[in-house]
């Protein structure tokens, strides 16, 4: 599978973006999604998971109550909703996408865990 990040851009602290992740294939709900980060000399690190076909959700704690992640496997896309963003939260955020059964719940938080990736999207939230 291809995916393609967009959505990207700059927004005041306390405003509110929509990453989208596009991906090529009809086997796109085969692939649990996740979203990772990576902030100027700093390591990626993981921002968000979905299974599959939305039997679970699993957010980093530095996002939880502000980031939704989401997906619609009809249209092969994936989304991130950034909500009372911080001055913290930008980075070029990436998306990631791995063949999982969703038969059972394996949540992917570590980047190694995910063998396809966009290009990213930088995401600058002003102070």
């Known amino acids: 599978v291809q995916l393609q990040a967009s959505g990207g851009g700059l927004v005041q602290a306390g405003g509110s973006l929509k990453l989208s992740c596009a991906a090529s294939?009809?086997?796109?709900?085969?692939?649990?999604m996740g979203w990772f980060r990576q902030a100027p000399g700093k390591e990626r690190e993981f921002v968000a998971a979905?299974?599959?076909?939305?039997?679970?959700?699993y957010y980093a704690d530095s996002v939880k109550g502000r980031f939704t992640i989401s997906r619609d496997n009809a249209k092969n896309t994936g989304y991130l909703q950034m909500n009372s963003l911080k001055p913290e939260d930008t980075a070029v955020y990436y998306c990631a996408a791995e063949q999982t059964p969703d038969t059972i719940v394996v949540v992917r938080r570590g980047s190694d865990e995910y063998n396809f990736w966009g290009q990213g999207t930088l995401v600058t939230v002003s102070s």
């Open positions: 294939g009809r086997t796109f709900r085969s692939y649990a």
């Open positions: 979905i299974g599959p076909s939305n039997n679970y959700r």
